[in-house]
Nanobody, 112 residues
Framework: QVHLVESGGGLVQPGESLRLSCAVS????????MGWYRQAPGEQRELVAR???????NYSDSVKGRFTISRDNAKNTVYLQMNNLKPEDTGVYYC??????WGQGTQVTVSS
């Protein structure tokens, strides 16, 4: 069974950066797409970024040019580098494996 563990969230000021990590158990990580989603209070969960098993990426319009998703298949880990953070980026960020397995989430708060 696949397990995901996110880390790296926190409280930052607007304009600062954070890097989220998601460690994935199991030997099959490299064969599957991974994604980062976020959920703001009172809002639905939304896709932030996705990376295919071949490394192709796509992003929501709201984060293009500021966020970068990457993966290290040797470490079974996917990352989300978030730069120039804005208050509207606040929410719980969830890692997703192949569209059907979720991590526990990590809180990101952007506030002055």
């Amino acid at each position: 069974q696949v397990h995901l563990v996110e880390s790296g969230g926190g409280l930052v000021q607007p304009g600062e950066s954070l890097r989220l990590s998601c460690a994935v158990s199991g030997p099959i990580f490299r064969f599957y797409a991974m994604g980062w989603y976020r959920q703001a209070p009172g809002e639905q969960r939304e896709l932030v970024a996705r990376i295919s098993n071949a490394g192709r990426t796509n992003y929501s319009d709201s984060v293009k040019g500021r966020f970068t998703i990457s993966r290290d298949n040797a470490k079974n880990t996917v990352y989300l580098q978030m730069n120039n953070l804005k208050p509207e980026d606040t929410g719980v960020y969830y890692c997703n494996f192949n569209g059907n397995v979720w991590g526990q989430g990590t809180q990101v708060t952007v506030s002055s």
